[in-house]
């Protein structure tokens, strides 16, 4: 990153072509000292010159909606603390270095802008998107930053065309919301829950240069558990096939699946759902393990299915213009943070799956299974799907995809 030097202010300049003594040699200034006697005076943390994002809150809700804003740090900077310190009892050349250090400290930090294909206020956005923010955060000293906005500010199904243009630095989405532009996104579904297999098989570098040619870099795939899927209903099953002439919301990774198993697949994203269900437009949705409650749609179904099935994954993607542009620190670090994103989104999101379902129950809703003899064919009937969606839109890649997958124990 090129460094605009440091202008000295006019009226230092013109103090300087005054003076007609002989200047005296300039001390030697030890940058370190100095930094630390700045941030002595302005009880601000050493730690990258910028203090660590606190946890997220959730501010007074909006139009209906709640979001999350960063506290704000009582130790950073600001205006009056920068006005109140001390220059003018320094010399004027170490005053002039001190000012200099502080705004080219700033200047070289890097804030990221990202897109969320969830709500805000879901347990995807918040266990992976702000969480995977929050490690960057932390990794860089603060010198690395993201700020996330939600799908009211973009459609879930329009996001990646203004990530790849550069409107946006950064998406956290789901390969599903995509499949017009590519399926090799959504055919990750069809591939089972290994993240170190998944980067030593070559699925993920062949991803990875799938999306290069989009204008996208991926920094993670992110599996949502050790298992994908299960159905949200307003009635229980009763019999086979088990989703017989029900109207059910998903998204084309669950197409295949649904029409099997008698239902009607209804296209619709998750924020049209509760209002869907409550009017009987449909019968019920076909989603993650995570999330029901945070939707609401214990208020307006009364079951969700067992066992669940398959597996699913999302993506943290960034303009690739914009990652090239960083220098290779920085680079280095969101990628290792998004391996470790990977590693470890899986049993976190597990956990959680279960804590969920015994909030559900106590709210009402109950589990309905699947008819038995349904029940052997989910998971292959759902990954059958998943790669003819893939082979539609991708063929080449898509089809690379599942070569490497089978021969390294990935897909069923």
């Avoid at 579904?189 to 098989?201: F, H, I, T």
Wanted: charged fraction near 20%.
């Amino acid at each position: 990153m090129t460094r605009r030097p440091f202008a000295m202010p006019k009226g230092v300049r013109a103090q300087h072509a005054r003076i007609s003594e002989p200047r005296q040699p300039m001390p030697a200034i030890n940058s370190a000292e100095l930094t630390e006697s700045c941030c002595e005076t302005l009880n601000y943390p050493m730690n990258g010159l910028r203090a660590l994002p606190r946890k997220p809150i959730r501010s007074r809700r909006k139009n209906g909606h709640s979001h999350l804003q960063r506290r704000s740090d009582p130790a950073a900077p600001n205006k009056e603390s920068l006005m109140n310190f001390p220059f003018a009892s320094m010399p004027r050349r170490l005053a002039v270095s001190a000012m200099s250090l502080l705004l080219v400290t700033a200047a070289n930090a890097t804030e990221l802008r990202m897109l969320t294909s969830y709500g805000m206020n879901t347990a995807y956005t918040e266990n992976v998107a702000v969480r995977f923010n929050d490690m960057v955060a932390e990794a860089s000293g603060g010198e690395t930053t993201v700020t996330l906005q939600g799908p009211d500010v973009v459609p879930p199904l329009e996001q990646l065309q203004p990530v790849a243009a550069g409107v946006f630095d950064m998406l956290y989405t789901h390969g599903a919301y995509h499949t017009d532009t590519t399926g090799v996104g959504a055919a990750m579904d069809a591939v089972a829950v290994d993240p170190a297999k998944v980067r030593d098989s070559g699925i993920w570098d062949l991803i990875d240069k799938h999306y290069n040619e989009l204008g996208l870099k991926v920094i993670a795939i992110v599996p949502l558990g050790s298992s994908g899927f299960q159905y949200v209903l307003k009635e229980p099953i009763e019999a086979a096939p088990s989703l017989q002439g029900r109207r059910l919301r998903g998204s084309p990774t669950y197409t295949n699946i649904t029409t099997q198993l008698g239902g009607a697949p209804v296209l619709m994203s998750s924020g049209e759902v509760y209002s869907a269900m409550d009017r009987g437009v449909i019968d019920g949705a076909a989603w993650g393990l995570n999330g029901v409650k945070d939707l609401g749609w214990h208020e307006v179904a009364g079951y969700f299915t067992k066992p669940t099935f398959g597996q699913t994954y999302t993506y943290v993607l960034m303009n690739l213009d914009k990652f090239n542009g960083l220098d290779e620190a920085e680079r280095t670090l969101l990628l290792e943070q998004g391996t470790a994103l990977e590693d470890t989104s899986a049993p976190l999101l597990d956990e959680l799956a279960v804590k969920e379902w015994d909030e559900l129950k106590e709210l009402g809703m109950e589990e309905t299974q699947f008819a038995p003899e349904d029940v052997p064919n989910l998971t292959t009937l759902v990954n059958e799907g998943i790669w003819q969606l893939g082979m539609d839109k991708s063929a080449d890649v898509v089809g690379q995809m599942k070569q490497l997958a089978e021969e390294n124990g990935l897909t069923q």
